[in-house]
T-cell receptor, first 112, second 116 residues
């Protein structure tokens, strides 16, 4: 079945450091790929998405590129802020916005 | 943006009792709601999908008689954990999907269930 693997955390960074959270997936066909963010005490929010190969999703300074050849969707940000501290989930959906399969989540801790 | 609430946020109950968790879409109509379960340091596992006015579709391995789901209106779905046991202790998260746009799922803040 479909699965998503993302790097274990926590990832601890200083403010303004570069961030990469790795995500790889296993799925048949051409899934849509997502990054969700969960701030402390809140629900999951969609951060960005990509629906086909080579698409780049971006939002709030975060980017991720749908790489079908490597089945990856790594999350990147050039300069993190303390307010970026949260848990980040990589997810896929077999067809648009039907059911979602999530990775285990990666906690990001950014210190001043 | 679309807001989904869950109630209660935390609940502690004795083994053998039943617990009901509510999921509400506050500013949109949700034709489909999803219930997930999350263990510590684990991913969200889909338990069931419910469509308004029809029976829920449960994922393999999820006991439908233990986890009763009702989606009686376009803004409310409930999950009832019947005869709860300590192994049911977990974080339960709902999401809702509306009619418009690209059918994005909007997530609630979750409910922490502890069964003693």
């Amino acid at each position: 079945g479909d699965s998503v693997t993302q790097m274990e955390g926590p990832v601890t960074l200083s403010e303004e450091a570069c961030l990469t959270i790795n995500c790889t997936y296993t799925a048949t066909g051409y899934p849509s790929l997502f990054w969700y963010v969960q701030y402390p005490g809140e629900g999951l929010q969609l951060l960005l998405k990509a629906t086909k190969a080579d698409d780049k999703g971006s939002n709030k300074g975060f980017e991720a590129t749908y790489r079908k050849e490597t089945t990856s969707f790594h999350l990147e940000k050039g300069s993190v802020q303390v307010s970026d501290s949260a848990v980040y989930f990589c997810a896929l959906s077999p067809s648009g916005y039907s059911t979602l399969t999530f990775g285990k989540g990666t906690m990001l801790l950014v210190s001043p | 943006g679309a807001v989904v609430s869950q109630h209660p946020s935390r609940v502690i109950c004795k083994s053998g009792t039943s617990v009901k968790i509510e999921c509400r879409s506050l500013d949109f109509q949700a034709t489909t709601m999803f219930w997930y379960r999350q263990f510590p340091k684990q991913s969200l596992m889909l338990m069931a999908t419910s469509n308004e006015g029809s029976k829920a579709t449960y994922e393999q391995g999820v006991e439908k008689d233990k986890f009763l789901i009702n989606h009686a209106s376009l803004t409310l779905s409930t999950l009832t954990v019947t005869s709860a046991h300590p192994e049911d202790s977990s974080f339960y998260i709902c999401s809702a999907r509306g009619l418009s746009g690209d059918h994005e799922q909007f997530f609630g803040p979750g409910t922490r269930l502890t069964v003693l």
